[in-house]
């Protein structure tokens, strides 16, 4: 059984004391690819020596995170422009919209989600959307690069039923973590009503632990969790859950 972590910090300091034994423990549970959207300029260094560290396993994106996205997000977007353009990413990310801690620099993470996008448009990679409370707004920048080929996943997410389906017919993935095992969680009803064939797993690890981690640190090998519950909500095994939402992530990135 092969899965990819299509979202994960691993680079982050909650690793820095067990990094090496964290991706061991993944890969005997068969997670053979570890996907890694990037935060600012501050957290490109230590994304950058993971990638190196685990070459081919720990694969990079470039992005400004939304919630970095302050008074100086253009410098800070130039600068990463020109880290893009020395190194190979495999996606624009992590951008978006968030609105749920500070709606004052809203104009600001828009501007930065649109020049963002016209990034992974000019190099054929496919974008990772961070939205919270703002799909909306999310919609509004992906409607405008209508027609010019543009994928991705919404990370995470938390929307409602119709706004699945409309991130389907926009060939967006819906990215797939630890809330699905949560009580009460909609998200079963709104994969089994989308398909199988629109969804990525991903743990956005050190955040967002499944059932029965949940509220303990996030690690990729609990995407096995997250598979479990999936197949559970599909009807299938595992395996052919493992199998159909690998070839989905392979497909959009290009793995």
């Known amino acids: 059984m092969k899965l ?31 996907l890694m959207p990037n935060i600012d300029l501050g957290s490109v260094k ?14 990079p994106m470039i992005g400004l995170h939304p919630t970095s996205v302050k008074d100086d997000f253009r410098e800070q977007l130039g ?10 990413f495999i996606a624009v990310g ?32 496919p974008v990772v959307v961070h939205s919270r409370e703002a799909m909306n707004e999310v919609f509004s920048v992906l409607n405008g690069f209508s027609g010019s080929g543009i994928s991705g996943v919404l990370h995470a997410f938390s929307g409602t039923m119709k706004e699945a ?13 630890g ?3 949560f009580k009460n969680s909609l998200l079963p009803v709104i994969i089994k009503n989308v398909g199988i064939s629109h969804i990525i797993l991903e743990t956005d690890s050190p955040y967002l632990a499944p059932v029965p981690y949940r509220g303990r640190r996030n690690e990729s090998s609990y995407l096995t969790i997250i598979n479990r519950k999936v197949s559970e909500i599909f009807g299938i095994s595992e395996e052919e859950s493992a199998e159909i939402i690998f070839e989905n992530s392979c497909r959009l990135f290009n793995l």
């Open 4 to 34: 990819a972590d299509t979202h994960t910090h691993l680079y982050l300091p909650e690793f820095d004391a067990d990094r090496d034994e964290m991706i061991n423990r993944a890969s005997a549970s068969g997670v053979v690819k570890f």
């Open 46 to 59: 230590g994304m950058m020596e993971a990638a190196e560290r685990y070459k081919d396993i720990c694969l």
């Open 79 to 88: 600068e990463l422009e020109m880290i893009a353009g020395s190194h190979d």
């Open 94 to 125: 992590e951008i978006g919209i968030d609105l749920y801690w500070d709606k004052t620099h809203l104009k600001e993470q828009l501007e930065s989600m649109k020049r963002q996008v016209s990034w992974a448009v000019e190099n054929k990679v």
């Open 165 to 177: 389906e409309k991130a389907a017919e926009m060939n967006f993935m819906l990215g797939i973590g």
């Open 179 to 181: 809330p699905v095992t």
